[in-house]
């Protein structure tokens, strides 16, 4: 997924692997133990196909309307080449949304039941996709940050134990890191080019750093499903060792550049070897991916365009009986 696919702890009541048969939940977790993958034919937890539709849908609408933010600016963008490059990047993030709709359907949730959850706000996304991108800077931090965040999200949970999803993510991942490549030169040609330039990416960085706190969700202290995820290997990681991996990695790229990070507390602790940091707002990301983000309407209402627009094409192709993902007047 972009990011890390929030649940909400409400969602969490009364959800145990009580009244599971207890043989059955042993020679489940001794496979994982044993590093083996759970194929769609195998016994497994009901919290465990549950949780795995879950994170698989949000990650698949994820990469769906992440596409959208970037996706404005293919007409924008500066110079036929780079046109070129977005024009591809973004069709790849459509086809990363249909490979985990694949895999999430091997779990027995239809994809029209998928998408019609999307389209009206049943089921969440990555709240970073909630946020404008302004100028050609912004689409060039997402393409390098925001896609260096998911990289290092799904390069941990491609070793999962869910067998097509980590078949899934291994095919993403390929591609991202050339999407990784194509925002780091954009970001290095505006960083090192005139004053204006210059400018405006350090305005887009400024912007985009909270949400890219956000991005793997809440601390693990107040995360209430992490343990069971990552003693099922649905997780591979915690939230915050994803983020201290991520700054780790990033922080003195960005440094590099000359860019500011706009934290005065960002410094790396020598003798913990962990990253310190302003903490983000947190009350900010749950009403952002709740629903109430500066675009959050804006992106579900094109999708729920693309839905009824696609209409025709899902009656040529499957008939007038066809099931379809909205309810159609």
Known sequence: MYGNA????????????????PVKLAEFEARILAGEKIEPQDWMPALYRKQLIRMIEQHAHSEIIGALPEGTWITRAPGFRRKLALMAKVQDEVGHAQLLYS???????????????????????????NYPAI??????????????????NQLANSKGSYGPYCRALERICYE??????????????????T?????????????????????????????????????????????????????????PKIWDLGLELP????????????????????????RVINGDGPCNAERLAVRRMAEEKGRWVRRAILGEDAKYSVPFA
């Open 6 to 21: 929030y649940i909400d702890p409400k969602d969490q009541k009364g959800k145990t692997v009580e009244g599971e048969d």
């Open 103 to 129: 895999a999430a359907e091997t779990l027995g949730k239809p994809r029209e039941d998928m998408i019609n959850d999307l389209i009206t706000g049943k089921s969440k996304y990555s709240n970073v996709f």
């Open 135 to 152: 100028t050609w800077a912004d689409s060039a931090i997402i393409a390098w940050l925001i896609d260096a965040g998911a990289i290092v």
């Open 176 to 193: 991202e890191s050339f999407h990784l490549k194509y925002g780091h030169d954009n970001v290095v040609h505006l960083a090192t080019g």
């Open 195 to 251: 004053a204006k330039q210059r400018q405006m990416v350090q305005e887009a960085l400024t912007r985009w750093w909270q949400p890219i706190m956000h991005f793997f969700g809440p601390p693990d202290r107040v995360s209430v499903h992490t343990e069971v995820l990552m003693k099922w290997k649905v997780k591979m990681m915690s939230n915050d060792d994803m983020r201290q991996q991520y700054l780790d990695m990033y922080v």
């Open 263 to 286: 934290d005065p507390n960002l410094r790396k602790n020598e003798e913990t070897g962990k990253w310190e940091y302003t903490e983000p707002d947190w009350d900010e990301f749950k």
